[in-house]
């Protein structure tokens, strides 16, 4: 399919998402607006910033040149970091889609709607609702944020006692669960991850590795087989482990003649991407800095006026009680 049929169907697509409707980039999770449609470039501009940016047709082309090539999907790990909404605004044709499970760019052959813009296209009505995972952690950090935000704990040592017990608990129990669930998570990824080759999420990487763990057999078994091969019991008589390494060197038995050798499987964090996380941080901000609406504040104003009203009648009423 010539790239002009695809730049166009892209075109018509945008022209019918909502004016106020929002993209988000598919690796930095950073929301942008669509300013303005042209035959040759797009126009886009960051919430968090005031310059417009202009995506150009012929970048886009390049993008699509790829995404032909890459059987398997284009990698977006691949885009610069100033490209992630062409991906975004490429993802808006139906023949193409973002896995960002995965983290490719896909030619799909089931038209699908992008999940990158928070209006759908050619539906009338798109209504997502909001539902909390029923999880100990996820109420735990609800409270611990909370009691940071109401406590803020920049210095500890001037903190109310009642109020140092509330963070310890909590911090008590966000560590409990999340270790919980970390192990839950660990053990399914042992299954996925492959020997020695990293796998990268949107935070950070992991990646599958060995341990090995040493027993040693019973005294009598490790004192013989020394015993057979020169090494007087005197020198080992404790079966200390550091001993027993010390003779090892200078005998032909070998590591598993004398320890009980076990190999286990585990998940460790192998990265931390610190920027991607206060990008996705920065957006969540946002979301909640978007939720103070004009009603909001006008509700919160009115319940703060009437508890002065309660408070000025209350020591009215004491005033007057004690005379």
Not at 152 to 175: F, G, H, I, W
Not at 280 to 288: E, I, S
Request: proline share 5%; aromatic share 6%; glycine share 2%.
């Amino acid at each position: 399919m010539p790239f002009s049929i695809t730049w166009h169907t892209i075109l018509e697509e945008l022209e019918e998402v909502p004016a106020d409707a929002t993209f988000v980039t598919p690796l930095s999770d950073r929301p942008f607006k669509l300013e303005d449609i042209q035959e040759h470039r797009l126009l886009i501009s960051y919430r968090d910033q005031s310059t417009t940016l202009p995506l150009k047709r012929a970048q886009f082309e390049q993008l699509y040149d790829r995404v032909e090539d890459a059987h398997q999907g284009f990698d977006l790990d691949r885009l610069p970091a100033d490209a992630e909404p062409y991906a975004t605004m490429l993802s808006i044709h139906p023949q193409f889609e973002v896995d960002q499970r995965e983290g490719v760019l896909r030619n799909t052959e089931t038209p699908t709607p992008s999940s990158l813009v928070d209006a759908p296209l050619n539906v009338e009505d798109h209504t997502e609702t909001r539902e909390e995972p029923d999880l100990p952690l996820y109420s735990d950090s609800l409270l611990l944020i909370d009691s940071l935000e109401r406590y803020d704990p920049t210095d500890l040592s001037e903190m109310e006692t009642s109020e140092l017990v509330n963070l310890y608990t909590l911090c008590s129990d966000v560590q409990r669960n999340a270790n919980d669930l970390r192990q839950e998570v660990r053990s399914i990824l042992l299954d996925r991850l492959h020997h020695d080759q990293p796998v990268h999420g949107q935070y950070g990487s992991v990646q599958r590795t060995s341990r090995r763990n040493r027993t040693l057999k019973d005294d009598e078994t490790v004192l013989d087989l020394l015993e057979n091969e020169g090494i007087d019991r005197e020198r080992v008589t404790t079966v200390d482990a550091s001993k027993v390494d010390e003779a090892l060197e200078v005998v032909e038995l070998s590591e598993s003649d004398l320890y009980d050798i076990e190999e286990s499987q585990y998940v460790r964090k192998a990265d931390v991407d610190e920027e991607r996380k206060e990008s996705r941080l920065q957006g969540l901000k946002d979301q909640l800095a978007a939720a103070d609406s004009p009603e909001t504040t006008e509700l919160q104003r009115e319940i703060e006026d009437l508890e002065t009203r309660i408070d000025e009648l209350t020591s009215f009423s004491s005033a007057n009680q004690v005379d």
